[in-house]
């Protein structure tokens, strides 16, 4: 069974340090690895990885992938009180066919205070 | 572009009773997945739908939850004799293409059965 792991569970933070979330998995046929950032709404889409060693980056967030040690570190700099959220980490895997059948982690909880 | 709408947002429902929970895409998109967040929990595959088919309904429990996405109308997630453990955030997402991992989700509507 596919599995993905996040790590912190929970973090709470000052305004204006920097933070790096954890996600690691185990997954057959490996094909894409998402971040999603999730307020009290719809959870919305940061990343997608497909590749090692290639830097994602959206502003002061910024992402990157390891295929061989099946993990990814969602970073975000100079962190501000709206970045407070859940960070879902997915993977999704070839075997699911035509389906997008992702695999979410528990998430990560930051909460970043004054 | 609205986006995924899901409704209603909020569902209290008594042991026994039928839950709906209706879900419309993204204006384009023709590709339908329901997923479940129990509290404490990561994000569960449920069901993955087209247009007039279930393609991948592996994460459904077997019995007194369905699913349908008719030619016209949203998509409908039904849970007959609802149970407390079925509490819970059910999130409708959808896709252009199938195979698209990048999935948009809605706001999610909260069941809950006392």
């Known amino acids: 069974e596919d599995k993905v792991v996040q790590s912190p569970l929970s973090l709470v933070v000052h305004e204006g340090d920097t933070v790096t979330l954890n996600c690691s998995y185990e997954?057959?046929?490996?094909?894409?690895l998402l971040w999603y950032k999730q307020e009290k709404k719809a959870p919305t889409f940061l990343f997608m990885l497909?590749?090692?060693?290639i830097e994602k980056k959206s502003g002061r967030l910024s992402s990157i992938l390891d295929k061989k040690e099946l993990f990814s570190i969602l970073n975000i700099t100079a962190t501000q009180t709206g970045d407070s959220a859940i960070y879902l980490c997915?993977?999704?895997?070839?075997?699911?066919?035509?389906?997008?059948?992702?695999?979410f982690g528990t998430g990560t909880r930051l909460q970043v205070t004054l | 572009n609205a986006g995924v709408m899901q409704n209603p947002r909020h569902l209290v429902r008594r042991r026994g009773q039928e839950a709906r929970l209706r879900c419309s895409p993204m204006?384009?998109?023709?590709?339908v997945y329901w997923y479940r967040q129990l509290p404490e929990e990561g994000l569960k595959f449920m069901v993955y739908?087209?247009?007039?088919?279930?393609?991948?309904e592996s994460g459904m429990p077997k019995e007194r939850f369905s699913a349908e996405f008719p030619k016209e109308g949203p998509s409908i997630l039904r849970i007959q004799q609802v149970v407390r453990g079925d509490s819970a955030a059910y999130f409708c997402?959808?896709?252009?293409?199938?195979?698209?991992?990048?999935?948009?989700f809605g706001a999610g509507s909260r069941l809950t059965v006392l």
């Open positions: 997402a959808s896709s252009p293409v199938s195979g698209a991992n990048v999935l948009t």
């Open positions: 997954v057959t046929n490996f094909r894409s």
């Open positions: 497909t590749s090692s060693g």
């Open positions: 997915a993977v999704g895997s070839r075997d699911t066919g035509t389906a997008s059948k992702l695999t």
């Open positions: 204006k384009g998109h023709s590709h």
């Open positions: 739908l087209q247009k007039e088919n279930i393609i991948d």
